[in-house]
């Protein structure tokens, strides 16, 4: 596996989602999985630009929503992003999701 990055700060995860055509967006869990909450992640490609102004898009079983939302959960949730270091030519979109380590 490449190297990998953990980012936190808003305008560098806002900065790599846009370097990939990504936006943010919430997926609701399945019913019977046992969890209640909303799980953070992108919106890719296309689907990342449909016209949203009518409100809250659910392209694929996806919620666009706006950044300040989505920073709003992923602080709650002392969450950080792990994301594969940049390879010159190459603009992979592999993220997780994580827990912040404890400081």
Known sequence: ?????????HDAIRDWAAA??????LSQPALGMGQAEPVLCFAFGQHAYLDTDE?????????IIEWDDWFRIFDERQLALVVEEDVPGRREDFHELVRRPQQ
């Open 1 to 9: 596996m490449a190297n990998t990055k953990t980012l936190v700060d």
């Open 55 to 63: 409100g809250a898009d659910q392209i694929g079983g996806l919620e």
């Open 20 to 25: 990939r055509a990504g936006q943010p967006a």
